[in-house]
């Protein structure tokens, strides 16, 4: 019955900004620790940001200072700014929850970064 839902990708600029939501039903997201991984194409998914329930983060260096990952409680959603938008951040982008044993993953959207 976990459920993610994820929206705001598309195609932008090179410096551009992207805020990606992830609405949760099914469970809390304040309840477990939440993240963002993406998959470029012909590589493997790899864990963009994570956000813990005492509020610690952890970002790759390459998105460190240029995206934030966050969470609105009341509203049961997720999201990831991007900022300063690159051509090597183009990928698919996963929000996920992390169960015990188990994780829950959002459908993917698709970012572009494109001149």
């Known amino acids: 019955q976990v459920q993610l839902v994820e929206s705001g990708g598309g195609l932008v600029q090179p410096g551009g900004s992207l805020r990606l939501s992830c609405t949760v039903s099914?469970?809390?997201?304040?309840?477990?620790?939440v993240g963002w991984y993406r998959q470029p194409p012909g590589k493997q998914r790899d864990l963009v940001a994570s956000?813990?329930?005492?509020?610690?983060?952890q970002y790759r260096d390459s998105v460190k200072d240029r995206f934030t990952i966050s969470r609105d409680n009341a509203k049961n959603t997720m999201y990831l700014q991007m900022n300063g938008l690159k051509f090597e951040d183009t990928a698919v982008y996963y929000c996920?929850?992390?169960?015990?044993?188990?994780?829950?993953w959002g459908q993917g959207t698709q970012v572009t970064v494109s001149s």
């Open positions: 996920c929850i992390f169960f015990p044993g188990q994780a829950y």
């Open positions: 099914g469970t809390s997201v304040a309840s477990y620790t």
């Open positions: 956000l813990s329930r005492d509020g610690s983060t």
